[in-house]
Nanobody
């Protein structure tokens, strides 16, 4: 059973930075997709940043391109989301996701492994 443990998040003023971490365990295959979705009440979950762990290809939502960076530490089975130039509209619950296999679809229904979520609040 894959387990995801998130850390980071919190409150920051607009223009600031935060880093989220997600440590994964309980799997053996090194070719997977990991990343982050976010959700605000009343809206669908949005794929923010996704990374294919074998090869390093990435996907970013248009709304975060140039401001967020996803990276991995294979030795620690961890992915990071460095968030910069944060805006109030980035305020959301951020969830770590994990998908076995080579594809990284930006659709929430494609992921069965989810972290518990960490709140990010950006004030203006």
């Amino acid at each position: 059973q894959v387990q995801l443990v998130e850390s980071g998040g919190g409150s920051v003023q607009a223009g600031g930075s935060l880093r989220l971490s997600c440590a994964a365990s309980g799997y053996t295959d090194s070719s997977n997709c990991m990343g982050w979705f976010r959700q605000v009440p009343g809206k669908e979950r949005e794929g923010v940043a996704l990374l294919y762990t074998s090869g390093g290809s990435t996907h970013y939502a248009d709304s975060v391109k140039g401001r967020f960076t996803i990276a991995q530490d294979n030795a620690r089975n961890t992915v990071y989301l460095q968030m910069g130039s944060l805006k109030p509209e980035d305020t959301a619950m951020y969830y770590c996701v994990f998908r076995i296999g080579w594809a990284c679809p930006a659709k929430a229904y494609a992921y069965i492994y989810w972290g518990k979520g960490t709140q990010v609040t950006v004030s203006s």
